[in-house]
């Protein structure tokens, strides 16, 4: 694995979003820069955790991203970033084109901001009583390290699955998003018939498609062309009229592509997808709701 290189990421964060709209979550502006080839960043690079001296892991990217939001912010191109929130483009930000940033002038407005949270952290840190990290060294966003967190201990866990156990959480995840699960193709040999499940969705025009399931589990490598081309050929011995391609890593381009030709599409499902899906249809996972107080708590006036 080739070690994470530090770099603003400010550029990749405008693109991203103005790419969504304006408007995204911290979520899906990763997914962004991610799979943007003109981002500066790989999906390795925004994704993959690394370990600590300690033992802990922690995602290196997120340090430059949250710095990188923080500094739109400060120099006035992004609304003031909130727990659980989106973050928004002001117009002035809509207007800013990606490049050359920052100016001169904008590195200016970006030192003195990052001097007043300075200041505030150490009236946090006498308020608190005890050590609290200095924002320049540290700058981890609590809600975003700690939705990364879960979300890399979940592919972890899933990577550690036997090949029989990640085929029945995938055909579970997979009935959860509305497809019923066939009782024969769905769950008897599919792995020697090519494919990982079998099942049929009905949509609300009360169509029934037939739909064929496969799961890969790939630590390190991207699922590439080949592997979606094979699928695609298993598909129809299936009679599947469409499919599902379950992956704890990600997927290549020439992937993407493969899996939109033709006259049958795959949907395909990432790590970051999964765990996503995990959250929201809260598949053997808790929920944790908390609070933190903001700056208002410690500014002095």
């Known amino acids: 694995m080739v070690k994470y290189k530090r770099r603003s990421a400010e550029r990749a964060i405008l693109r991203a979003l103005k790419n969504l709209g304006g408007s995204a979550s911290r979520d899906a502006l990763r997914n962004s820069i991610a799979n943007d080839k003109n981002s500066g960043f790989t999906y390795e690079e925004v994704f993959n955790s690394v370990t600590s001296k300690n033992g802990g892991k922690y995602n290196p990217f997120l340090f430059d991203f949250n710095f990188g939001i923080n500094n739109l912010y400060a120099t006035g191109y992004v609304e003031q970033p909130q727990r659980m929130k989106d973050i928004i483009l002001t117009e002035q930000g809509r207007l800013r084109e990606p490049i050359n940033f920052p100016t001169e002038k904008e590195q200016e407005i970006i030192d003195r901001y990052w001097k007043k949270r300075i200041a505030i952290n150490k009236e946090k840190k006498k308020a608190k009583a005890k050590e609290v990290t200095d924002p320049v060294d540290d700058n981890t966003d609590d809600d975003a390290v700690d939705n990364d967190s879960w979300k890399s201990e979940l592919i972890d866990q899933l990577n550690a699955f036997t090949p029989g156990k990640f085929e029945s959480f995938s055909r579970l995840l997979i009935s959860k998003m509305g497809v019923r699960i066939d009782d024969k193709l769905g ?16 949509s609300d025009e009360f169509r029934t498609t037939r739909v064929a399931i496969q799961s890969k589990k790939f630590a390190n490598n991207p699922v590439s062309e080949p ?60 929920p944790v709701e908390t609070f933190t107080l903001d700056d208002y708590y410690f500014q002095k006036d």
């Not at 769950?187 to 009905?202: L, N, P, T, V």
């Not at 939109?260 to 949907?267: N, P, R």
């Open 187 to 202: 769950k008897i040999q599919s792995r020697d018939h090519g494919i990982d499940g079998f099942g049929y969705f009905e």
């Open 227 to 286: 592997d979606i081309d094979k699928f695609k050929g298993v598909m129809d011995s299936f009679n599947a009229e469409y499919g599902i391609f379950i992956t704890t890593s990600h997927f290549t381009d020439s992937a993407k592509e493969k899996a939109v030709q033709g006259s049958k599409s795959v949907t395909l499902i990432d790590g970051r997808r999964v765990a996503e899906l995990v959250a929201k249809y809260q598949l053997h996972v808790t």
